[in-house]
């Protein structure tokens, strides 16, 4: 059975620094998509970060040059590395797993796999 378990959230001060970590069992990230969503209150899931299989990344215009996703295949854990902080990346951040990237990499329907999830809270 394939699980993801998110780790890292909290609250921190506009401009501070998180790093989410997800811990994967199950398979292998060389044969997978992993990426990072975000919901926050009264708001649709969306797309953050995705990596592939070969170490190729794609992020969502509203946190590039701030996040950066990464992953050690040899503890099978996915990162994001999150700077720069602001008040609107408040949200619940999960960790997803899909068999492959395609399309956009931020299409909720194309990920099998969901952590539960890990509450990051930006005060002003």
């Known amino acids: 059975q394939v699980q993801l378990v998110e780790s890292g959230g909290g609250s921190v001060q506009s401009g501070g620094s998180l790093r989410l970590s997800c811990a994967a069992s199950?398979?292998?990230?060389?044969?997978?998509?992993m990426g990072w969503f975000r919901q926050a209150p009264g708001k649709q899931r969306e797309g953050v970060a995705g990596i592939d299989n070969n170490g190729s990344a794609r992020y969502a215009e509203f946190v590039k040059g701030r996040f950066t996703i990464s992953q050690d295949n040899a503890k099978n854990t996915l990162y994001l590395q999150m700077n720069s902080l602001k008040p609107e990346d408040t949200a619940m951040y999960y960790c997803?797993?899909?068999?492959?990237?395609?399309?956009?990499?931020?299409?909720?329907?194309?990920?099998?796999?969901w952590g539960q999830g890990t509450q990051v809270t930006v005060s002003s």
């Open positions: 997803a797993a899909a068999p492959y990237c395609s399309g956009s990499w931020f299409e909720i329907d194309e990920y099998n796999y």
């Open positions: 199950g398979w292998t990230y060389s044969n997978n998509c």
